[in-house]
């Protein structure tokens, strides 16, 4: 059954990149537990905005855990405390009445804060412009059985597909490390047979761009493991480092 619940909020607020924030307090009252995080932003934005004042800026967009907009540190989680949760999943049911809830950006050097708990992700999407293209085409579904793939393979590189780009593995990670992202997005084509003719090219771009980018090294953490909505393998970085150490031995494009 529904209930209602009332929270205290701590919320990064800052009003641009070059502006220094701060943690501010706000109320959110009568918040039905069948609400998820998202929706409980929205009830204290409308109240900010009837009130005068400048709501909260945060990322969204489908809303429905696909699309990788959303995200932020809650009480030190990356999109909160359940595993395997998108923040645009996260219900409140999950929190109880009187919790005070700490709020913050994604933060890392490569994702800087564009205002409140909205960061520039487009150091993704550079890593992604780095991948290149694939030159094998794929047909249409009734080419589907042309280029036979073993099922285990299938099932790994499905499993790679399912990254979301959200970058909580970046924010979780010590070292604001992308070799999880870059782990599942060179898996996802190097199962493949379809992935195979850039397979070198495409390792040794997007690990030479996102250290040019200023993501951090892998020092086995986890944290990027744990924290993934999409819960991203990291034997996909062990993938990513075979597939750069192969790059380096046996391809000429370096
Ligand atoms: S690996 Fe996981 S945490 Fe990282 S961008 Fe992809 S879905 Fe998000
Ligand atoms: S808003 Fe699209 S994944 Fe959360």
């Known amino acids: 059954m529904s209930e209602t619940i009332n929270l205290t909020l701590r919320v990064w607020r800052q009003k641009g990149p070059r502006t220094q924030g701060s943690l501010e307090t706000y109320k959110a009252i009568d918040i039905s537990t069948d609400m998820s995080f998202l929706e409980m932003l929205d009830v204290v934005n409308e109240e900010l905005t009837v009130d005068g004042k400048e709501p909260i800026a945060f990322d969204h967009d ?7 907009m959303c995200g932020v540190v809650v009480n030190g989680r990356s999109h909160g405390p359940e595993k395997g949760t998108t923040l645009c999943q996260l219900h409140m049911r999950h929190f109880s009445d009187g919790d005070t809830i700490f709020i913050e950006p994604w933060r890392s050097k490569a994702f800087p804060v564009i205002k409140d708990l909205a960061v520039d992700r487009g150091a993704f999407d550079t890593l992604i412009q780095a991948g ?6 794929a047909g249409g579904a009734q080419d589907a059985n042309c280029l036979p793939v073993p099922q285990e393979d299938a099932e790994k590189a499905m ?6 780009g959200c970058g909580a593995c970046v924010a979780s990670c010590p070292n604001a490390s992308a070799m999880l992202f870059v ?9 493949l047979p379809q992935g195979k003719p850039e397979a070198a090219q495409r390792a040794l771009s997007m690990v030479r761009t996102m250290d040019e980018l200023g993501f951090g090294n892998c020092t086995n953490e986890r944290e990027c493991e744990a924290e993934c909505p999409k819960e991203i393998s990291i034997s996909n ?8 150490f192969k ?3 046996f391809s000429s494009v370096m």
């Not at 489908?62 to 990788?68: A, D, N, S």
């Not at 782990?183 to 199962?191: E, I, T």
């Not at 970085?237 to 750069?244: G, S, T, V």
């Open 62 to 68: 489908c809303r429905e855990g696909i699309c990788g």
């Open 132 to 137: 290149g293209f694939v030159s094998v085409n």
């Open 159 to 164: 499993d790679a597909a399912a990254c979301i």
């Open 183 to 191: 782990g599942a997005k060179v898996s996802q084509l190097a199962l």
């Open 237 to 244: 970085i062990a993938r990513l480092n075979r597939e750069y």
């Open 247 to 249: 790059a380096g031995l």
